[in-house]
């Protein structure tokens, strides 16, 4: 199987898997988010936006490489760009929703846009040297910056939600490698490889805004602050000076006198 059947997969692929982009982004809107505060339908529409327009962008790209270098550069900025905007996208719900008023959110999220802004203008009018370095160099930077508020992002998502937020990132950095060398592995040419990867990606992080950032309150447990809170509970059960004086007010609240029966 030679490039061009992989480039016909590969636009096809790209075509059916933007389309299952869109339904997610209404499936969110309309039912997941639509009943809730404005800010988080707000910060929902960004990332769904981000993820359609990414892939969009993406699917033109790959649509039209017979048009001539000059069609072919416009599409490649916009697929480009689509990048940035997605990982300031994904970062808008995290930032936004779980930590709505803080202002270091806010400062965080903020930076998050400059950069991405910063980087599609600079795909689109940077010429020099180094060109693809110097956005890897940003991608990798603004999806790794989430390493600055781990411990806060943990104690929102829980241990499940913030294992799918970081697998989500380990799988586009484990990506990379393919994305750069830009051969064949097994026949496969190494940029479809890489593609897999991001969709691989998408999956886990749309899943992790979509049951712990846009979902319903977690399980008890499944949190931090409820296992704090189970350990303050347990801790009763552990000091029996603390067990008896707990056994001894709730006698009192429970215990009343009827005037009537003296």
Not at 45 to 50: D, G, P, R, T
Not at 66 to 89: C, K, M, Q, R, S
Request: one cysteine or more.
């Amino acid at each position: 199987m030679g490039t061009e059947y992989w480039t016909s997969c590969a636009m096809q692929a790209h075509t059916y898997w933007d389309l299952f982009c869109l339904s997610l982004a209404l499936e969110f809107l309309m039912h997941r988010v639509r009943h809730k505060e404005d800010y988080v339908i707000f910060y929902m529409a960004i990332y769904c936006l981000s993820l359609s327009i990414m892939y969009l962008s993406s699917t033109l790209y790959h649509s039209f490489f017979d048009l001539g270098h000059e069609v072919l550069h416009i599409f490649a900025v916009l697929d480009y760009t689509g990048i940035f905007l997605l990982i300031a996208g994904s970062y808008s719900p995290f930032l936004g929703i779980l930590f709505h008023g803080e202002t270091w959110a806010q400062l965080l999220l903020g930076a998050m846009w400059a950069v991405a802004i910063t980087g599609m203008c600079s795909a689109a009018f940077y010429t020099g040297p180094h060109q693809q370095e110097l956005r890897l160099v940003l991608y990798v930077g603004m999806g790794w910056t989430i390493l600055t508020c781990i411990w806060p992002l943990t104690v929102k998502l829980g241990l499940h939600g913030t294992v799918l937020l970081f697998g989500g990132g380990v799988l586009y950095t484990a990506g990379l490698p393919w994305f750069v060398r830009k051969r064949h592995t097994f026949d496969i040419p190494d940029h479809t490889i890489w593609h897999l990867f991001v969709v691989a990606a998408i999956i886990v992080h749309y899943l992790c805004i979509y049951w712990y950032v846009a979902g319903e309150p977690k399980h008890v447990g499944d949190s931090i602050e409820d296992f704090e809170e189970s350990i303050d509970g347990d801790s009763l059960l552990l000091d029996p000076g603390l067990r008896a004086q707990d056994d001894h007010i709730a006698k009192r609240e429970t215990v009343s006198i009827d005037p009537l029966q003296c």
